[in-house]
Nanobody
């Protein structure tokens, strides 16, 4: 089974950028992928999702135009480019894989999860 490991989180000032990576231990091809985040005291929420080929992408309204999801199946890596960061983007960010290959925002439909990486945006 594929295992996922996120990296690239950190502390950044408002308006800054970060690029998150999610490395898969096995072949990522065959899974649609998603990014989620969870802030302290809040439920995990959808950020973005991408199809196996990368041809279909979905974003949450609150990141649309600022975040870009992409994947490199040859490198078994998923990315999230985050620009124009806001303090409300502060959260632990998780990548997830969906073996049913759906591009959708429901966390419970993703069956493989990474351990998360912390993103903190200061004002």
């Amino acid at each position: 089974q594929v295992q996922l490991a996120e990296s690239g989180g950190g502390l950044v000032q408002a308006g800054g950028s970060l690029r998150l990576s999610c490395a898969a231990s096995g072949r990522m091809f065959g899974y649609s992928m998603g990014w989620f985040r969870q802030a302290p005291g809040k439920e995990r929420e959808f950020v973005a999702a991408i199809s196996v080929s990368g041809g279909r992408i979905m974003y949450a309204d609150y990141v649309k135009g600022r975040f870009t999801i992409s994947r490199d199946n040859d490198k078994n890596t998923l990315y999230l480019q985050m620009n124009s960061l806001k303090p409300e983007d502060t959260a632990v960010y998780y990548c997830a894989a969906d073996s049913y290959n759906l591009v959708q925002p429901s966390a419970h439909r993703y069956d493989i999860w990474g351990q998360g990486t912390q993103v903190t945006v200061s004002s």
